[in-house]
């Protein structure tokens, strides 16, 4: 198999813009090549959306170019907070993360990314149980939807909850329908948790850690992200692959490990419209 043919089959790729419609990310994505996508099912920072018509699913799954992206997942907006004390807030979280794993099911992708929550001062204990029980009144709700919740590893920025395996590991262990939950791994996050990514050693034990906590077997994506702020800073900011404290190591580990080979890759590192970044980053972890 040729290098190329060999570099094609890597599920690699980065968040992509749906301003202008849905089915406009598979343009965004395809356009510098792209064979792995994360997108919004709809504005990030409102709570709700009118339903998706039937022409738009029709738009996205009908894509002349669907078939070329091996990878299509979601990530949840930044307002659902499944954790949330004041009784309002979390009502609105329930019915926003109902109505965008409804949104995900009908444009068929396999699961949605969420930061589990934070605790807002609840402390961990309480704000995880807050979490198991959201999701089991979610799915719940939504008995027939087959998109899957993968929970996102967290810098633990305030009261964050996810910054450790182990809580990961709680969420899954308790909620009522598990198969329903997958994990989604950020390298800035785990790093900036203080997990250790500095080298390629501490890499493989990081990873031999989250084996041993919560299982290989449930990572669905890697965003791969280098990280602006030091190890255990708790601080969520992302930079562009190699230009960071994280360096090439880690994500040479990655790129490199037969586990990950099916695993879609995905940047969400800042870009401008002409994805001159993302070109950028993709060929780094390529050479990796």
């Known amino acids: 198999m040729s290098a190329r043919a060999g570099a094609a089959r890597l599920l690699l790729g980065a968040h992509m813009s749906i301003a202008g419609g849905v089915e406009r990310s598979i343009d965004r994505a395809r356009s510098i090549e792209c064979t792995a996508m994360q997108i919004f099912v709809k504005n990030n920072m409102q709570w709700f959306a009118r339903p998706l018509s039937r022409e738009e699913i029709k738009a996205f799954l009908n894509h002349p170019q669907r078939a070329e992206l091996g990878a299509v997942f979601a990530h949840a907006n930044y307002l659902i907070n499944l954790a949330a004390t004041n009784p309002q807030f979390h009502a609105?979280?329930?019915?926003?993360?109902?109505?965008?794993?409804?949104?995900?099911?009908?444009?068929?992708?396999?699961?949605?990314?969420?930061?589990p929550g934070a605790h807002l001062g609840a402390g961990e204990e309480a704000g995880l149980a807050q979490v198991v029980a959201s999701i089991d009144q979610i799915f719940a709700g939504i008995p027939k939807v087959k998109t899957r919740l993968a929970l996102e590893t967290t810098a633990g920025q305030g009261s964050s909850l996810g910054h450790t395996f182990e809580h990961l590991a709680a969420i899954l262990a308790q909620v009522r329908e598990p198969e329903r939950l997958c994990v989604c791994l950020d390298t800035a996050h785990v790093f900036a948790a203080g997990y250790d990514l500095t080298s390629e050693a501490g890499t493989r034990k990081t990873f031999r850690e989250f084996d041993r906590t919560v299982g290989l077997r449930q990572v669905v994506a890697l965003h791969l992200n280098d990280s602006k702020t030091a190890r255990g800073s708790r601080v969520d900011r992302h930079e562009h692959i190699g230009?960071?404290?994280?360096?090439?190591?880690?994500?040479?580990?990655i790129m490199r490990d037969r586990r990950f080979r099916k695993i879609p890759k995905v940047l969400e590192t800042p870009k401008g419209k002409e994805l001159r970044e993302d070109v950028e980053n993709m060929r780094t972890l390529r050479a990796l």
Request: aromatic residues 6%; hydrophobic residues 45%.
């Open 92 to 115: 609105k979280s329930l019915r926003a993360l109902s109505e965008e794993l409804t949104r995900a099911d009908q444009l068929r992708l396999p699961f949605i990314v969420l930061h």
């Open 243 to 253: 230009k960071g404290q994280i360096g090439l190591g880690a994500f040479r580990v």
